[in-house]
């Protein structure tokens, strides 16, 4: 049983035109991936972008932040100390209004 060369020709060139339609639908989808890779290693690369710009932002405020704390603490820090200078020395007072009252005591018992 032989097969006719007529029939074997037609039966490559089908085989040929599903191989030849097989490798446009590879390179095809190779294309939407390669398109797809594009549009995320860009997309990557923006929000690398945005991601440092709002690292250097925040950065930035705080450290304007710690610029006005340390402002307001040496401010605190200032009226304290004239607040401790200001102040009376309440355990001299008490130690002196004690010794007055023992002499005011000894000397109304020794008056009499």
Do not use: N, Y
Not at 54 to 65: D, F, P, S
């Amino acid at each position: 049983m032989t097969v006719p060369a007529a029939d074997v020709a037609v039966e490559l060139e089908r085989l040929r035109g599903t191989v030849t339609t097989g490798f446009a639908e590879v390179k095809g989808s190779l294309a939407v991936l390669v398109e797809r890779t594009a549009r995320t290693d860009e997309a990557v690369k923006q929000l690398r972008a945005d991601t440092d710009e709002a690292v250097k932002q925040l950065r930035e405020e705080t450290e304007t932040a710690l610029k006005k704390r340390d402002e307001v603490a040496g401010a605190l820090r200032a009226d304290i100390e004239a607040l401790k200078q200001g102040r009376w020395p309440l355990g001299q007072i008490g130690a002196l209004v004690g010794v007055a009252g023992v002499a005011t005591g000894a000397a109304a018992l020794f008056l009499r």
